[in-house]
């Protein structure tokens, strides 16, 4: 009772007042802040995974002592690893695409058509045509990004330059091939939407002068986090000499540049936390001094050291308590509906937040980790508890005879 009517300055507490108000509002804006940063980066990372693995395996298989010719026998070995949930053989070389408008170097692949719908990054996120008897429409399957950039749609035709192409007697000659447009895809990451071009599995073998070969085997295993325990089975499977490389290795930079910023910033933000907490004891000090004469008459009537020292605890506990509570809620908030929000901000300044030009992906993801999220509020609490132990402390070793020398 006397902590919370402590909580109620009077008139000619009022600064104690606001000093108690700004560290309530510093609480719960820094665990606002650490819950929305923290749940944005988990889930930028979790979207870069999906979009990345959506058309990229989690397993690369290639040859070392001599062409992949042996692919189907390969592959069906591979298959038969318990763990493996597909195989796609495929065959990969780079060209200069050249649509109606411009040119852009693009990344070849050629799939088969019954491969096509392992591959969830294309299939599930087709845009316009269809990827049905791709290998007879003897046509390419692009991103939006690319068609929007080569000025190409639906029906339009995208040259395709190879610089190492026909040896003829005065030398070597670029293979060029017009293809029609018969696909055109999204996946939601912008450099794999502007950069893509699927071919037919035997028309690429064809235009990169491969004789029934493959250039590659990508493995799609049934949990991506277990790479590390099934590349020995997928090389023992495999028979022969391969140079096999999984998604983290291929990806390690960039995802070990996320995990350090996501620390730096958790760290960074902190800060704000820990400088509400120290308000916190600002406040309680200079209450502690305004209440010295209260303090005084409740030892003289029978109250203890610590039930003088439980006074201060409590209501210091209470601004950070409810602070983190408040942050909680608003971090929350914000975190579930971040790309409603980012997209509101466009409209009302007419600029584009978080361009997928630079950020890969086209739209903001939150991902809230209930682990992350509990320590970030644990931390709070501990802070803001700490924070009144020693303001606590010197009311309860006051000594009442002073206070009530010159009373």
Do not use: C
């Not at 990827?131 to 929007?148: K, P, Y």
């Not at 049934?222 to 022969?240: C, I, L, N, T, Y």
């Amino acid at each position: 009772m006397i902590a919370f009517r402590y909580l109620r300055a009077r008139r000619r507490e009022a600064f104690i007042s606001i000093v108690a108000t700004l560290s309530f509002i510093g609480i719960m804006l820094g665990v606002a802040t650490l819950i929305i940063v923290m749940s944005v980066m988990n889930g930028f990372r979790a979207e870069l995974i999906s979009r990345i693995l959506g058309l990229n395996g989690h397993m690369i298989v290639e040859a070392m002592d001599s062409p992949l010719s042996d692919y189907d026998d390969v592959s069906a070995r591979i298959a038969a690893v318990p763990g493996v949930a597909s195989v796609i053989p495929l065959v990969e070389g780079q060209a200069l695409a050249s649509g109606e408008s411009a040119s852009s170097g693009v990344l070849v692949r050629g799939l088969r058509d019954q491969d096509f719908p392992k591959v969830s990054g294309i299939y599930e996120n087709l845009q316009l045509g269809s990827l049905d008897n791709f290998s007879q429409s003897e046509g390419v399957a692009i991103g939006t990004r690319l068609a929007q950039r080569l000025g190409l749609t639906l029906g339009s035709r995208l040259t395709l330059v190879q610089p190492r192409g026909n040896v003829t007697p005065l030398g070597v000659t670029p293979r060029i091939k017009a293809y029609p447009v018969t696909a055109i895809f999204e996946i939601g990451m912008a450099e794999f939407d502007a950069t893509f071009v699927f071919l037919p599995f035997d028309e690429a073998q064809t235009y990169f002068s491969l004789d029934d070969e493959a250039t590659a085997i990508e493995v799609y295993i049934d949990d991506p986090d277990d790479v590390g325990r099934m590349r020995f089975p997928v090389e023992s499977a495999a028979a022969r000499q391969i140079l096999l490389t999984d998604w983290r290795q291929r990806n390690a930079t960039f995802f070990s540049t996320l995990e350090v910023e996501r620390n730096v910033m958790f760290i960074i933000l902190t800060l704000i936390v820990l400088v509400a907490a120290l308000n916190i004891i600002s406040g309680l000090t200079m209450l502690v001094k305004e209440k010295g004469h209260d303090i005084a008459i409740l030892r003289t009537i029978g109250a203890t050291r610590g039930a003088v020292m439980r006074v201060f605890l409590i209501t210091g506990a209470s601004i950070g308590t409810l602070g983190t509570i408040g942050g909680f809620v608003l971090g929350l908030a914000v975190a579930l509906n971040i790309e409603t929000i980012r997209q509101f901000v466009s409209r009302i300044t007419s600029r584009e937040i978080f361009s997928p030009e630079f950020y890969f992906l086209s739209q903001f993801r939150a991902e809230i980790d209930p682990g992350e999220t509990a320590s970030v509020l644990i931390m709070a609490l501990v802070l803001s508890f700490a924070a009144t132990l020693y303001p606590a402390w010197r009311a309860a070793r006051l000594d009442p005879v002073e206070a009530l020398r010159y009373e």
